[in-house]
Structures are given as structure tokens and as C-alpha cells.
């Protein structure tokens, strides 16, 4: 049965102009990106996303990170999507991330990770909801 989970391209590699690079990484991986915008989050908009770590010492570190640049927000689909892609992406430290994910290939540190992905099925249909309540996702 097909699923969908949710991606973001981070700022760090919208920045170094990779994202089709891990576009290329995504759809190898047999992903079919359903639904895909660039947009520039402000900073309110990067705080409520990430309003589930507000109390988290990284929070506001992260907040303005993925507010300083452009991101591309994703809606990904494929069976077994949202356990599919966390293993794609690797582990949020790239030094931890195994060979042949995004992170091991593009992530400048753990705060300059290049990725963001669901990381359950209620998870993914909230960031969906949240980045995608404008249009309706074919496909």
C-alpha cells in the first residue's frame, strides 16, 4: 500500500544548489515526489513547524537556520515511505550516517544536516497539512 511522508530540503543544501542532486538520491530510492514547492519560511512560520522541540536547548538555533534560506518542502509517496526515507536520509549526526544516505553524502554538520523527514505516519499528515493545505496533492 502506497504512503506518503514528508520531506524538507534545508537550507544548507538549497544554498550549495544540490537539491536535485538528493531529488535524484530520493527517486533512485523509488520515491515518486508527488508535490514540491520552494518557499522561504519566516521565522514565526519555522517555530510553529518546530514548536514540538520548543523546549529543547537547539530550538531557536534550529529555527533560524531553516528560516535564513530557501527550502524545498516535499510530499513523498512509496510503500513503506516514512521508515523508507528516515533510512535514506541516515542519521541526523553525518558522521553516524551510513555510507549511500543524504546526510553521509551532503550534511555540513548535525545542525547543517541538508534533510528533514516524517518521522512517523501522524507526523507526516500534520507537516503535510501544514506546508500543503493549499492545494490539493494528485498522484
Same mark, same amino acid.
Given at each position: 500500500?502506497?504512503?506518503r511522508?514528508?520531506?524538507?530540503i534545508?537550507?544548507?543544501?538549497t ?8 531529488? &535524484?538520491?530520493?527517486e533512485?530510492?523509488g ?6 514547492? +520552494?518557499?522561504?519560511?519566516t521565522?514565526?512560520?519555522a +517555530? ?10 537547539f530550538?531557536n538555533?534550529?529555527c533560524?537556520?531553516? &528560516?535564513?534560506?530557501p ?6 509517496? +512509496?510503500?513503506n ?9 541516515g ?6 550516517a551510513?555510507n ?13 544536516? &541538508?534533510v ?11 507537516e503535510? +497539512?501544514?506546508?500543503? &493545505?493549499?492545494v490539493?496533492i494528485?498522484?
Amino acid at each position: 500500500m502506497l504512503e506518503r511522508t514528508f520531506s524538507i530540503i534545508k537550507p544548507d543544501a538549497t544554498k550549495r544548489n544540490i537539491t536535485g542532486e538528493i531529488n &535524484s538520491m530520493i527517486e533512485s530510492a523509488g520515491f515518486t515526489i508527488v508535490a514540491q514547492k +520552494k518557499i522561504k519560511l519566516t521565522i514565526e512560520q519555522a +517555530k510553529k513547524f518546530y514548536e514540538i522541540h520548543k523546549e529543547r536547548p537547539f530550538y531557536n538555533d534550529l529555527c533560524e537556520f531553516l &528560516s535564513s534560506a530557501p527550502v524545498i518542502v516535499q510530499v513523498l509517496e +512509496k510503500e513503506n515511505a516514512v521508515a523508507d526515507y528516515r533510512k535514506l536520509m541516515g542519521a541526523t549526526n553525518p558522521e553516524n550516517a551510513e555510507n549511500g544516505t543524504i546526510r553521509k553524502k551532503f550534511a555540513i554538520s548535525i545542525d547543517q544536516n &541538508s534533510v528533514h523527514g516524517s518521522d512517523a505516519h501522524e507526523t507526516a499528515a500534520v507537516e503535510i +497539512k501544514f506546508f500543503f &493545505s493549499d492545494v490539493e496533492i494528485v498522484g
